[in-house]
Protein backbone atom coordinates (compact mmCIF):
# COMPACT_ATOMS: atom_id res chain seq x y z
CA UNK A 1 0.00 0.00 0.00
CA UNK A 2 0.90 3.38 -0.08
CA UNK A 3 0.57 5.63 2.46
CA UNK A 4 -2.76 7.57 1.11
CA UNK A 5 -4.13 3.79 0.39
CA UNK A 6 -3.32 2.82 4.30
CA UNK A 7 -4.59 6.22 5.60
CA UNK A 8 -7.46 5.21 3.89
CA UNK A 9 -7.42 1.50 5.24
CA UNK A 10 -6.93 2.65 8.98
CA UNK A 11 -9.73 5.06 8.39
CA UNK A 12 -12.02 2.24 7.29
CA UNK A 13 -10.85 -0.09 10.13
CA UNK A 14 -11.41 2.57 12.66
CA UNK A 15 -14.80 3.04 11.70
CA UNK A 16 -15.45 -0.96 13.12
CA UNK A 17 -14.63 0.92 16.49
CA UNK A 18 -17.98 1.82 18.41
CA UNK A 19 -17.59 5.26 20.32
CA UNK A 20 -19.80 4.98 23.39
CA UNK A 21 -20.21 7.12 26.58
CA UNK A 22 -18.05 4.96 28.81
CA UNK A 23 -17.57 4.89 32.74
CA UNK A 24 -16.54 1.84 33.53
CA UNK A 25 -13.57 2.62 35.12
CA UNK A 26 -11.09 -0.02 36.67
CA UNK A 27 -8.33 2.25 36.19
CA UNK A 28 -9.04 3.74 32.67
CA UNK A 29 -10.76 6.55 32.18
CA UNK A 30 -11.45 8.97 29.25
CA UNK A 31 -9.27 12.01 29.24
CA UNK A 32 -9.49 15.93 27.80
CA UNK A 33 -5.91 15.89 25.98
CA UNK A 34 -5.16 19.76 25.85
CA UNK A 35 -4.88 20.83 22.32
CA UNK A 36 -1.43 22.10 22.73
CA UNK A 37 0.70 18.95 24.56
CA UNK A 38 -1.65 16.99 21.28
CA UNK A 39 0.09 19.03 19.02
CA UNK A 40 3.34 19.83 20.20
CA UNK A 41 4.59 17.08 22.04
CA UNK A 42 2.13 13.84 20.81
CA UNK A 43 2.55 14.82 17.31
CA UNK A 44 5.81 16.27 17.40
CA UNK A 45 8.89 14.14 15.97
CA UNK A 46 11.28 16.57 17.85
CA UNK A 47 9.30 13.94 20.83
CA UNK A 48 8.59 10.99 19.24
CA UNK A 49 11.60 10.69 17.62
CA UNK A 50 14.08 11.18 20.38
CA UNK A 51 16.74 8.99 21.72
CA UNK A 52 17.00 7.86 25.16
CA UNK A 53 18.98 10.15 26.99
CA UNK A 54 21.88 8.46 27.89
CA UNK A 55 23.99 11.34 26.71
CA UNK A 56 23.23 13.87 28.95
CA UNK A 57 25.06 16.08 26.89
CA UNK A 58 23.11 16.39 23.92
CA UNK A 59 20.26 15.83 25.98
CA UNK A 60 18.93 17.95 28.47
CA UNK A 61 15.22 18.69 27.62
CA UNK A 62 13.10 15.20 28.02
CA UNK A 63 15.03 15.14 31.47
CA UNK A 64 13.97 18.25 32.45
CA UNK A 65 10.56 17.18 31.04
CA UNK A 66 10.98 14.26 33.19
CA UNK A 67 12.08 15.64 36.23
CA UNK A 68 8.69 17.33 36.10
CA UNK A 69 6.94 14.59 36.03
CA UNK A 70 9.22 12.67 38.79
CA UNK A 71 8.37 15.69 40.94
CA UNK A 72 4.88 15.51 39.91
CA UNK A 73 4.57 12.34 41.34
CA UNK A 74 6.39 12.62 44.49
CA UNK A 75 4.56 15.45 45.84
CA UNK A 76 0.97 13.43 44.71
CA UNK A 77 1.93 10.45 46.92
CA UNK A 78 3.87 12.64 49.19
CA UNK A 79 6.75 10.12 48.93
CA UNK A 80 10.49 10.68 48.60
CA UNK A 81 11.12 9.84 45.16
CA UNK A 82 9.81 8.50 42.20
CA UNK A 83 11.11 6.98 38.56
CA UNK A 84 10.63 8.41 35.34
CA UNK A 85 7.61 5.84 34.67
CA UNK A 86 7.13 2.22 33.39
CA UNK A 87 5.00 0.39 31.54
CA UNK A 88 1.62 0.44 33.32
CA UNK A 89 0.00 0.48 36.45
CA UNK A 90 -0.01 -3.70 37.12
CA UNK A 91 3.68 -3.74 36.08
CA UNK A 92 4.32 -1.05 38.73
CA UNK A 93 2.48 -2.69 41.19
CA UNK A 94 4.61 -5.86 40.30
CA UNK A 95 7.60 -4.53 40.77
CA UNK A 96 6.54 -2.72 43.89
CA UNK A 97 5.86 -6.33 45.38
CA UNK A 98 9.58 -7.14 44.34
CA UNK A 99 10.95 -4.58 45.68
CA UNK A 100 9.26 -5.14 49.40
CA UNK A 101 10.47 -8.57 49.09
CA UNK A 102 13.96 -7.59 48.27
CA UNK A 103 13.95 -5.38 51.38
CA UNK A 104 12.81 -7.80 53.52
CA UNK A 105 14.43 -7.40 57.43
CA UNK A 106 17.01 -9.60 57.91
CA UNK A 107 14.80 -11.63 60.68
CA UNK A 108 12.37 -11.99 57.66
CA UNK A 109 14.81 -13.39 55.59
CA UNK A 110 16.09 -15.93 57.79
CA UNK A 111 12.75 -17.00 58.33
CA UNK A 112 12.05 -16.99 54.59
CA UNK A 113 8.67 -15.27 55.17
CA UNK A 114 7.03 -15.30 51.69
CA UNK A 115 3.65 -13.99 52.01
CA UNK A 116 2.30 -10.89 50.39
CA UNK A 117 -1.21 -9.61 50.56
CA UNK A 118 -3.50 -8.71 48.00
CA UNK A 119 -6.51 -6.78 49.19
CA UNK A 120 -9.43 -8.01 47.46
CA UNK A 121 -10.33 -4.32 45.55
CA UNK A 122 -7.15 -4.60 43.81
CA UNK A 123 -7.78 -4.20 39.92
CA UNK A 124 -8.25 -6.94 38.17
CA UNK A 125 -5.42 -6.61 35.01
CA UNK A 126 -2.81 -5.64 38.91
CA UNK A 127 -4.04 -8.75 40.35
CA UNK A 128 -3.59 -10.88 36.93
CA UNK A 129 -0.34 -9.97 36.97
CA UNK A 130 1.01 -9.83 40.59
CA UNK A 131 -0.38 -13.85 40.41
CA UNK A 132 2.31 -14.22 37.66
CA UNK A 133 5.42 -12.74 38.72
CA UNK A 134 4.57 -13.86 42.21
CA UNK A 135 5.14 -17.50 41.66
CA UNK A 136 9.12 -17.64 40.09
CA UNK A 137 10.34 -15.64 43.00
CA UNK A 138 8.70 -17.64 45.79
CA UNK A 139 6.12 -15.34 46.68
CA UNK A 140 2.64 -16.66 47.67
CA UNK A 141 -0.39 -14.61 47.58
CA UNK A 142 -2.80 -13.98 50.12
CA UNK A 143 -5.79 -12.18 48.33
CA UNK A 144 -8.42 -11.20 51.04
CA UNK A 145 -10.66 -8.36 52.77
CA UNK A 146 -8.16 -5.86 54.26
CA UNK A 147 -10.62 -4.82 56.82
CA UNK A 148 -10.44 -8.44 58.40
CA UNK A 149 -6.51 -8.93 57.90
CA UNK A 150 -4.86 -10.19 60.63
CA UNK A 151 -1.25 -8.56 60.23
CA UNK A 152 0.39 -12.47 61.51
CA UNK A 153 4.24 -12.58 61.13
CA UNK A 154 4.71 -14.33 58.24
CA UNK A 155 3.71 -11.36 55.48
CA UNK A 156 6.73 -9.22 54.59
CA UNK A 157 4.34 -7.38 52.47
CA UNK A 158 0.39 -5.81 51.61
CA UNK A 159 -0.90 -3.75 48.72
CA UNK A 160 -4.10 -1.77 48.86
CA UNK A 161 -5.84 -0.27 46.22
CA UNK A 162 -7.03 3.75 46.99
CA UNK A 163 -9.80 4.12 46.29
CA UNK A 164 -10.69 0.44 45.21
CA UNK A 165 -11.61 -1.31 41.86
CA UNK A 166 -15.47 -0.53 43.14
CA UNK A 167 -14.92 3.03 44.40
CA UNK A 168 -14.98 2.80 47.77
CA UNK A 169 -11.99 4.60 49.32
CA UNK A 170 -10.83 2.46 52.31
CA UNK A 171 -8.86 3.86 55.51
CA UNK A 172 -5.37 2.87 54.42
CA UNK A 173 -4.49 5.10 57.40
CA UNK A 174 -5.38 2.70 60.28
CA UNK A 175 -4.24 -0.33 58.16
CA UNK A 176 -0.35 1.40 57.47
CA UNK A 177 0.04 1.68 61.05
CA UNK A 178 -0.77 -1.19 61.52
CA UNK A 179 1.45 -3.06 59.66
CA UNK A 180 4.47 -1.05 60.43
CA UNK A 181 3.87 -2.26 64.13
CA UNK A 182 3.96 -5.65 62.64
CA UNK A 183 7.00 -4.78 60.63
CA UNK A 184 4.38 -5.36 57.50
CA UNK A 185 5.94 -3.01 54.40
CA UNK A 186 2.44 -1.81 52.37
CA UNK A 187 2.53 -0.64 49.01
CA UNK A 188 0.06 1.44 47.80
CA UNK A 189 -1.96 1.55 44.11
CA UNK A 190 -3.51 5.12 43.74
CA UNK A 191 -5.48 7.03 40.96
CA UNK A 192 -3.60 10.24 40.29
CA UNK A 193 -6.25 12.56 39.85
CA UNK A 194 -8.00 10.94 43.39
CA UNK A 195 -4.97 12.06 45.19
CA UNK A 196 -5.82 15.91 44.28
CA UNK A 197 -8.47 15.17 46.93
CA UNK A 198 -7.26 12.11 49.02
CA UNK A 199 -4.28 12.81 51.24
CA UNK A 200 -0.85 11.40 50.06
CA UNK A 201 -0.01 7.87 50.68
CA UNK A 202 3.36 8.48 52.30
CA UNK A 203 1.45 11.30 54.54
CA UNK A 204 0.49 7.83 56.46
CA UNK A 205 3.81 5.78 56.31
CA UNK A 206 2.92 4.15 52.78
CA UNK A 207 6.34 2.51 52.13
CA UNK A 208 5.90 2.54 47.98
CA UNK A 209 3.21 4.29 45.70
CA UNK A 210 2.55 3.21 42.27
CA UNK A 211 -0.54 4.00 39.55
CA UNK A 212 -1.19 5.67 36.63
CA UNK A 213 -1.20 8.87 35.00
CA UNK A 214 -3.26 7.72 31.89
CA UNK A 215 -5.92 10.49 33.26
CA UNK A 216 -3.62 12.94 32.93
CA UNK A 217 -4.63 13.74 29.41
CA UNK A 218 -3.47 10.50 27.98
CA UNK A 219 -5.95 8.61 25.97
CA UNK A 220 -7.36 5.58 26.59
CA UNK A 221 -6.26 3.77 23.29
CA UNK A 222 -8.19 0.39 24.07
CA UNK A 223 -5.48 -0.20 27.16
CA UNK A 224 -2.60 1.50 26.50
CA UNK A 225 0.52 2.36 26.40
CA UNK A 226 -0.22 4.78 29.21
CA UNK A 227 2.98 5.92 31.23
CA UNK A 228 2.72 4.20 34.82
CA UNK A 229 4.36 5.59 38.24
CA UNK A 230 6.66 4.32 40.91
CA UNK A 231 7.25 6.17 44.10
CA UNK A 232 9.15 5.55 47.15
CA UNK A 233 11.14 6.15 49.76
CA UNK A 234 15.10 7.28 49.73
CA UNK A 235 15.90 4.08 51.73
CA UNK A 236 15.26 2.06 49.05
CA UNK A 237 16.69 4.02 45.71
CA UNK A 238 18.87 1.28 45.39
CA UNK A 239 16.00 -1.13 44.56
CA UNK A 240 13.89 0.88 42.31
CA UNK A 241 13.08 -0.04 38.71
CA UNK A 242 13.46 1.69 36.08
CA UNK A 243 14.94 5.45 35.44
CA UNK A 244 15.69 7.87 37.71
CA UNK A 245 16.56 12.17 36.34
CA UNK A 246 18.80 13.01 39.00
CA UNK A 247 20.23 16.94 39.57
CA UNK A 248 23.93 17.52 39.05
CA UNK A 249 26.46 20.52 37.75
CA UNK A 250 28.37 20.54 35.07
CA UNK A 251 31.92 21.10 35.09
CA UNK A 252 31.21 25.28 35.02
CA UNK A 253 29.09 24.28 37.83
CA UNK A 254 26.11 25.13 36.12
CA UNK A 255 22.92 22.97 36.83
CA UNK A 256 22.53 20.14 34.44
CA UNK A 257 20.75 16.66 34.57
CA UNK A 258 21.49 12.93 33.59
CA UNK A 259 19.82 9.52 34.07
CA UNK A 260 21.04 7.89 37.70
CA UNK A 261 20.58 4.72 39.21
CA UNK A 262 20.46 3.06 36.24
CA UNK A 263 19.89 -0.89 38.20
CA UNK A 264 18.79 -2.57 35.02
CA UNK A 265 20.31 -6.37 34.00
CA UNK A 266 21.66 -4.58 30.71
CA UNK A 267 23.72 -2.08 32.41
CA UNK A 268 25.03 -3.77 35.34
CA UNK A 269 26.06 -7.30 36.07
CA UNK A 270 22.89 -9.76 36.26
CA UNK A 271 22.78 -10.68 39.99
CA UNK A 272 23.69 -6.92 41.18
CA UNK A 273 20.55 -6.00 38.82
CA UNK A 274 17.52 -4.92 40.58
CA UNK A 275 14.66 -6.07 37.98
CA UNK A 276 15.07 -5.83 33.57
CA UNK A 277 12.96 -3.08 33.71
CA UNK A 278 14.18 -0.79 31.34
CA UNK A 279 11.50 0.67 29.32
CA UNK A 280 9.99 4.19 30.38
CA UNK A 281 6.97 5.40 28.63
CA UNK A 282 8.56 8.33 28.11
CA UNK A 283 6.61 10.34 25.37
CA UNK A 284 3.68 9.67 27.48
CA UNK A 285 5.23 10.63 31.05
CA UNK A 286 5.95 13.82 29.15
CA UNK A 287 2.76 14.23 28.22
CA UNK A 288 1.37 13.75 31.63
CA UNK A 289 4.07 16.23 33.49
CA UNK A 290 2.79 19.16 30.92
CA UNK A 291 -0.36 18.51 31.65
CA UNK A 292 -0.27 18.99 35.30
CA UNK A 293 2.40 22.02 33.94
CA UNK A 294 -0.63 23.50 32.15
CA UNK A 295 -3.06 23.16 34.78
CA UNK A 296 -1.08 23.56 38.24
CA UNK A 297 -2.28 23.02 41.29
CA UNK A 298 -5.69 25.33 40.94
CA UNK A 299 -6.74 23.83 37.85
CA UNK A 300 -5.79 20.06 38.69
CA UNK A 301 -8.25 21.04 42.04
CA UNK A 302 -10.83 21.90 39.82
CA UNK A 303 -10.78 19.59 37.49
CA UNK A 304 -11.40 17.19 40.42
CA UNK A 305 -13.56 19.36 42.00
CA UNK A 306 -15.65 18.66 39.11
CA UNK A 307 -15.30 14.90 38.62
CA UNK A 308 -16.31 14.53 42.87
CA UNK A 309 -19.33 16.96 42.10
CA UNK A 310 -20.46 15.28 39.49
CA UNK A 311 -20.52 11.71 41.06
CA UNK A 312 -21.98 13.25 44.51
CA UNK A 313 -24.64 14.77 42.16
CA UNK A 314 -25.24 11.42 40.29
CA UNK A 315 -25.89 9.10 43.67
CA UNK A 316 -28.03 11.70 45.09
CA UNK A 317 -30.34 11.46 41.73
CA UNK A 318 -29.96 7.55 41.62
CA UNK A 319 -31.13 7.38 45.41
CA UNK A 320 -33.74 9.70 44.86
CA UNK A 321 -34.83 6.65 42.40
CA UNK A 322 -34.93 4.74 44.79
CA UNK A 323 -31.23 2.57 43.79
CA UNK A 324 -29.07 2.02 47.07
CA UNK A 325 -25.76 3.57 46.54
CA UNK A 326 -23.43 1.43 48.63
CA UNK A 327 -20.35 3.39 48.65
CA UNK A 328 -19.78 5.34 51.95
CA UNK A 329 -16.66 7.36 50.93
CA UNK A 330 -15.88 7.67 47.41
CA UNK A 331 -13.80 9.69 44.74
CA UNK A 332 -15.12 9.75 41.19
CA UNK A 333 -17.22 6.00 41.22
CA UNK A 334 -20.51 5.18 42.96
CA UNK A 335 -21.50 1.41 43.37
CA UNK A 336 -25.27 0.42 42.76
CA UNK A 337 -27.28 -2.45 44.55
CA UNK A 338 -29.95 -2.95 41.20
CA UNK A 339 -30.89 -5.16 38.85
CA UNK A 340 -27.70 -4.95 36.18
CA UNK A 341 -29.03 -7.37 33.27
CA UNK A 342 -32.12 -4.95 32.88
CA UNK A 343 -29.56 -1.55 33.25
CA UNK A 344 -27.00 -2.87 30.86
CA UNK A 345 -29.77 -3.56 28.17
CA UNK A 346 -31.39 -0.31 28.64
CA UNK A 347 -27.40 1.48 28.63
CA UNK A 348 -26.49 -0.50 25.31
CA UNK A 349 -29.62 0.76 23.70
CA UNK A 350 -28.16 4.08 24.52
CA UNK A 351 -24.67 3.65 23.61
CA UNK A 352 -23.41 3.75 27.21
CA UNK A 353 -21.29 1.57 28.90
CA UNK A 354 -20.90 1.25 32.70
CA UNK A 355 -19.17 -1.88 34.77
CA UNK A 356 -21.35 -4.82 36.27
CA UNK A 357 -19.20 -7.04 38.65
CA UNK A 358 -22.53 -9.43 39.23
CA UNK A 359 -25.86 -9.14 38.39
CA UNK A 360 -27.05 -7.17 41.60
CA UNK A 361 -24.41 -4.52 41.02
CA UNK A 362 -23.40 -1.30 39.01
CA UNK A 363 -20.61 0.99 39.11
CA UNK A 364 -20.23 3.83 37.27
CA UNK A 365 -17.14 6.10 36.66
CA UNK A 366 -17.37 9.64 35.85
CA UNK A 367 -14.37 11.33 34.87
CA UNK A 368 -12.94 15.09 33.42
CA UNK A 369 -15.06 14.68 29.94
CA UNK A 370 -18.40 13.87 31.97
CA UNK A 371 -21.18 17.32 31.82
CA UNK A 372 -24.36 17.53 33.05
CA UNK A 373 -25.89 16.73 29.68
CA UNK A 374 -24.70 13.18 30.19
CA UNK A 375 -25.37 12.78 34.41
CA UNK A 376 -29.03 13.40 32.85
CA UNK A 377 -28.47 10.80 30.16
CA UNK A 378 -27.25 8.27 32.45
CA UNK A 379 -30.59 9.25 35.28
CA UNK A 380 -33.08 8.62 32.24
CA UNK A 381 -31.55 5.32 31.63
CA UNK A 382 -32.07 4.49 35.30
CA UNK A 383 -35.47 5.60 35.20
CA UNK A 384 -36.55 4.08 32.32
CA UNK A 385 -35.16 0.95 32.92
CA UNK A 386 -36.83 1.23 36.62
CA UNK A 387 -40.36 2.74 35.79
CA UNK A 388 -39.22 5.73 37.66
CA UNK A 389 -40.62 8.77 36.78
CA UNK A 390 -38.38 11.88 35.94
CA UNK A 391 -35.71 13.61 37.53
CA UNK A 392 -33.53 15.99 35.90
CA UNK A 393 -30.55 18.09 37.29
CA UNK A 394 -29.52 21.62 36.39
CA UNK A 395 -26.47 21.92 38.42
CA UNK A 396 -24.01 20.09 40.69
CA UNK A 397 -24.14 19.60 44.25
CA UNK A 398 -21.46 20.45 46.22
CA UNK A 399 -21.33 17.51 48.78
CA UNK A 400 -17.87 16.80 50.00
CA UNK A 401 -18.56 12.13 50.03
CA UNK A 402 -14.67 11.82 51.48
CA UNK A 403 -14.10 10.63 54.76
CA UNK A 404 -13.11 13.55 57.00
CA UNK A 405 -9.68 11.85 57.90
CA UNK A 406 -8.79 11.04 54.52
CA UNK A 407 -9.14 14.48 52.95
CA UNK A 408 -6.18 16.00 51.83
CA UNK A 409 -4.37 18.61 54.00
CA UNK A 410 -0.92 18.98 52.28
CA UNK A 411 0.23 20.78 49.74
CA UNK A 412 1.37 19.96 46.20
CA UNK A 413 2.68 21.20 42.66
CA UNK A 414 4.29 24.69 44.46
CA UNK A 415 7.41 24.76 42.13
CA UNK A 416 7.43 27.88 39.95
CA UNK A 417 7.31 25.66 36.77
CA UNK A 418 3.56 24.05 37.95
CA UNK A 419 2.67 27.72 38.26
CA UNK A 420 3.97 29.68 35.21
CA UNK A 421 3.12 27.84 32.02
CA UNK A 422 -0.97 28.57 31.93
CA UNK A 423 -2.02 29.51 28.83
CA UNK A 424 -1.69 28.12 25.41
CA UNK A 425 1.03 30.63 24.53
CA UNK A 426 3.72 29.76 27.33
CA UNK A 427 3.20 26.14 27.59
CA UNK A 428 3.69 26.04 23.96
CA UNK A 429 7.05 28.63 24.12
CA UNK A 430 8.19 26.07 27.32
CA UNK A 431 7.86 22.91 24.93
CA UNK A 432 9.68 24.51 22.32
CA UNK A 433 12.44 25.63 24.68
CA UNK A 434 13.27 21.75 26.05
CA UNK A 435 12.94 20.65 22.26
CA UNK A 436 15.64 22.69 21.79
CA UNK A 437 18.03 21.32 24.24
CA UNK A 438 17.21 17.56 22.92
CA UNK A 439 18.46 15.50 19.81
CA UNK A 440 16.18 13.94 17.88
CA UNK A 441 15.77 12.63 14.11
CA UNK A 442 14.34 15.63 13.69
CA UNK A 443 17.24 17.38 13.97
CA UNK A 444 20.42 14.77 12.61
CA UNK A 445 20.93 10.85 12.27
CA UNK A 446 21.86 9.76 15.66
CA UNK A 447 25.27 7.82 15.64
CA UNK A 448 24.25 5.51 19.01
CA UNK A 449 22.47 1.90 18.11
CA UNK A 450 20.14 0.87 19.95
CA UNK A 451 17.28 -1.67 19.95
CA UNK A 452 14.81 1.83 20.46
CA UNK A 453 16.34 3.20 17.23
CA UNK A 454 13.19 3.77 14.93
CA UNK A 455 11.40 6.42 13.35
CA UNK A 456 7.76 5.91 13.17
CA UNK A 457 6.45 7.57 10.01
CA UNK A 458 4.12 10.33 10.30
CA UNK A 459 0.99 8.24 8.39
CA UNK A 460 1.29 5.39 10.86
CA UNK A 461 1.30 8.12 14.14
CA UNK A 462 -1.42 10.17 12.70
CA UNK A 463 -3.73 7.58 13.56
CA UNK A 464 -3.47 7.84 17.59
CA UNK A 465 -4.91 11.13 17.25
CA UNK A 466 -7.77 9.71 15.73
CA UNK A 467 -10.80 9.31 18.63
CA UNK A 468 -12.03 6.42 16.84
CA UNK A 469 -8.86 4.05 17.90
CA UNK A 470 -7.55 6.77 21.12
CA UNK A 471 -10.76 6.11 23.11
CA UNK A 472 -11.88 2.84 23.40
CA UNK A 473 -11.65 1.63 26.76
CA UNK A 474 -9.69 -1.79 27.31
CA UNK A 475 -13.15 -3.61 28.91
CA UNK A 476 -15.78 -2.58 26.07
CA UNK A 477 -17.72 -5.43 24.94
CA UNK A 478 -15.86 -7.20 22.19
CA UNK A 479 -18.26 -5.82 19.68
CA UNK A 480 -17.29 -2.53 19.93
CA UNK A 481 -13.78 -3.20 19.34
CA UNK A 482 -13.82 -4.66 16.15
CA UNK A 483 -11.30 -2.25 14.24
CA UNK A 484 -8.75 -3.26 17.60
CA UNK A 485 -9.19 -7.43 16.72
CA UNK A 486 -8.89 -7.34 13.37
CA UNK A 487 -5.26 -5.24 13.25
CA UNK A 488 -4.44 -7.23 16.15
CA UNK A 489 -5.24 -10.57 14.44
CA UNK A 490 -3.61 -9.66 11.40
CA UNK A 491 -0.54 -9.00 13.17
CA UNK A 492 -0.41 -12.52 14.64
CA UNK A 493 -1.11 -13.67 11.93
CA UNK A 494 1.26 -12.21 10.22
CA UNK A 495 3.85 -12.72 12.82
CA UNK A 496 2.89 -16.06 12.76
CA UNK A 497 3.41 -16.88 9.24
CA UNK A 498 6.54 -15.17 9.41
CA UNK A 499 8.81 -16.57 12.09
CA UNK A 500 7.17 -20.23 11.60
CA UNK A 501 5.87 -20.37 15.05
CA UNK A 502 2.51 -22.16 15.93
CA UNK A 503 1.46 -18.78 17.60
CA UNK A 504 2.58 -15.10 18.26
CA UNK A 505 1.17 -13.54 21.68
CA UNK A 506 1.00 -9.54 21.22
CA UNK A 507 1.84 -9.59 25.24
CA UNK A 508 4.68 -6.90 26.37
CA UNK A 509 7.74 -8.84 27.36
CA UNK A 510 9.48 -7.64 30.53
CA UNK A 511 8.04 -3.98 30.04
CA UNK A 512 10.15 -4.13 26.56
CA UNK A 513 7.56 -3.55 23.39
CA UNK A 514 9.01 -6.97 22.52
CA UNK A 515 6.89 -9.76 20.87
CA UNK A 516 6.78 -12.98 22.51
CA UNK A 517 7.08 -16.47 20.01
CA UNK A 518 6.04 -19.46 20.76
Given amino acids: MSEFEYSSHINELSKLNKIYKTYIGLGYHPTI ?9 LENPGWYT ?61 ANVN ?78 LSLVKLEAPGKFGADVVVGTTQR ?44 ALQTREQHIKRDKATSNICTAQVLL ?31 NALVKLGVEQINTSFFDTIQLKTNAPVIKAFAEKEEVNFNYPDDETVTISVNETTTLSDVNQIISIFEEALGK ?15 ETLQRQTEFLTLDVFNTYHSETELMRYIKSLER ?10 SLGSCTMKLNAAAEMLPLSSPNWGNIHPFVPVGQAQ ?18 FAGTSLQPNSARKENMLV
Fill in 216 to 259: FGIPLGYGGPHAAYFATREAFKRDIPGRIIGVTKDMNGNRALRM
Fill in 285 to 315: AVMAGMYAVYHGPKGLLFIANEVHNTASTLA
Fill in 33 to 41: LPAVIQRNV
Fill in 437 to 446: KDLSLNHSMI
Fill in 115 to 192: RFFVAETILPQTLSLLQTRATPIGIELVIGDETAFDFSSDFFGAILQYPGKNGQVSDIKTFIAKAKAAQIKVAVAADI
Fill in 50 to 110: AYTPYQAEIAQGRPEALLNFRTMITDLTGMELANASLLDESTAAAEAMSLLFAVREREQKK
Fill in 389 to 403: ETISIENLSETNNIS
Fill in 483 to 500: GYHKVLHALENQLTEITG
